[in-house]
């Protein structure tokens, strides 16, 4: 198991990879330090392709991530973090209308917690689905970082 922190424009964050595939993504928190099992692996060759394609994302060059296994969680889970790869670069999409797309017109909810845990946001653009009205909410790494991203994606997607 191993770990790495890579500097991006929205601060440091931390990367986590179990068995050769990418496990995690964690965005700061303010005034939280990163906690790591003792059993982690500080590895940054680990990481080449991942942190290459996340500098060339924040750089505009990169629109699309390698594809990689569906993190571990329920089917609707899967099917919710299926949906958001198919949201394109620069779009956005309301949590009704993720929902929709994974089969579960009525699960807007569920498709928001499905969201909340999403453990690698970011290749998995949770940040791309907005509330209904348009209005920025929810997201893990703060709001901030989602107005961020977004931006950078409407910036680079014309």
Request: net charge positive.
């Amino acid at each position: 198991m191993y770990y790495t922190f890579l500097n991006t424009p929205v601060g440091e964050i931390l990367l986590t990879k179990k068995q050769n595939i990418l496990h995690t993504i964690c965005f700061p928190k303010k005034n939280k330090q990163f906690i790591l099992d003792s059993l982690w692996e500080k590895n940054n060759d680990e990481f080449s392709r991942e942190i290459k394609e996340i500098i060339d994302y924040f750089s505009g060059r990169l629109k699309k991530f390698s594809k990689i296994p569906l993190p571990k969680g329920t089917d609707f889970q899967q099917k919710i973090w299926k949906a958001l790869l198919d949201i394109p670069y620069g779009a956005t999409m309301s949590y009704q209308e993720i929902a929709k797309a994974a089969g579960s017109p009525k699960g807007a909810r569920a498709a928001g917690n499905a969201l909340n845990i999403n453990p690698i946001p970011i290749i998995i653009p949770c940040h791309r689905v907005i509330g209904k009205n348009g209005s920025l909410t929810g997201f893990g790494g703060g709001l901030n970082v989602k107005k961020y991203l977004l931006d950078l994606e409407q910036k680079f997607s014309k």
